[in-house]
């Protein structure tokens, strides 16, 4: 079983900045992981993912603002956010693909114009 541990959201003012953290629990062996958000009224979208190799990717709307990075261990990740945007407004949910796909419980993270 996977259980994934998220913190980090809050309320934040444009330009400001919030970390989120995610810490994977797993008896599987942990691939790739990653932050998908969901606005209200949108589908949820990858924000950024990283391979077990260190490998990452980001969405064109986040790219140079949001970095993404992997613990030694592998089995936790973070999301520095900076230069946030009201458009950034979402739930932020942690992803582990350890035998099936997890998912945490999000975060809200809102940002104020």
């Known amino acids: 079983q996977v259980h994934l541990a998220e913190s980090g959201g809050g309320l934040v003012q444009a330009g400001g900045s919030l970390r989120l953290s995610c810490a994977a629990s797993s008896t599987y062996v942990i691939g790739p992981m990653g932050w998908y958000r969901q606005a209200p009224g949108k589908q949820r979208e990858m924000v950024a993912t990283?391979?077990?190799?260190?490998?990452?990717n980001y969405a064109d709307s986040v790219k140079g603002r949001f970095t993404i990075s992997r613990d030694k261990d592998k089995k936790t990740i973070m999301l520095q956010m900076n230069s946030l945007k009201p458009e950034d407004t979402a739930v932020y949910y942690c992803?582990?693909?350890?035998?099936?796909?997890?998912w945490g419980q999000g975060t809200q993270v809102t940002v104020s114009a």
């Open positions: 992803y582990a693909r350890a035998s099936y796909d997890n």
């Open positions: 990283v391979t077990s190799r260190g490998s990452t």
